[in-house]
């Protein structure tokens, strides 16, 4: 789920209307924050502990310009060198000159958020960034892949011609696309954009792991 950053419109006949980011802002450039339970790569930060004095001062780091104040506290998008973002979240609080800690819990989601930190402390102390490993390439050209068939399909699209454009497949007779293996990729796409749409989306803000 999205968190909601409440943006509000003005509207000649309803009156006031909450969105969950600015309705002027193309998609593209809207910054988007995930709610943190969702996203297991995103750092939770509090207030350190006596022993942990020592803890990074993160808030002096940001551009205030750049927090969003939401219930649970302040929100930031952070670049890292090498074209990753990062989310953080700071206690509604927070204050230059209060060292923060970053919150592992100790489920296996806690793993990723292992992973998170580690990219976090890698930026702020001039490291190279480890990599975001939620998705393997794969796994991120098959998901474009999907919303490439589910945009064509939303078009008018038949399925030979998806196939044509993301398969590179040629001109089909009816019978060779009877029998193409690309007729079934192109319905195994179709099948995994619905159930994306249909909130499969969160599982891509997450590690895959066997049950």
Not at 138 to 167: N, P, S, Y
């Amino acid at each position: 789920m999205l968190l909601r950053q409440r943006w509000r419109k003005v509207q000649r006949e309803s009156g006031d209307c909450d969105f969950p980011v600015d309705p002027a802002h193309r998609a593209t450039d809207a910054d988007i924050f995930w709610l943190p339970e969702d996203d297991t790569s995103s750092v939770i930060l509090t207030f350190a502990p006596p022993a942990f004095r020592s803890s990074s001062d993160v808030l002096s780091l940001l551009n205030g310009s750049d927090l969003v104040r939401a219930d649970d506290g302040l929100h930031h998008l952070r670049d890292l060198a090498n074209g990753q973002r990062l989310h953080l979240v700071l206690p509604p609080d927070a204050a230059p000159g209060r060292p923060l800690v970053a919150i592992v819990p100790l489920g296996l989601e806690g793993f990723d958020r292992l992973e998170a930190v580690a990219r976090l402390l890698a930026s702020l102390h001039g490291r190279n960034v480890p990599p975001d490993t939620r998705l393997t390439p794969q796994q991120l050209a098959r998901a474009r892949r999907m919303l490439q068939a589910a945009d064509g399909h939303r078009e008018g699209a038949t399925q030979k011609e998806i196939a044509e454009v993301i398969f590179n497949t040629g001109q089909l007779s009816r019978d060779e696309w009877q029998a193409s293996s690309a007729r079934h990729a192109v319905m195994g796409l179709l099948r995994g954009a619905r159930d994306m749409i249909a909130g499969g989306y969160r599982k891509l803000l997450r590690h895959r792991r066997r049950s």
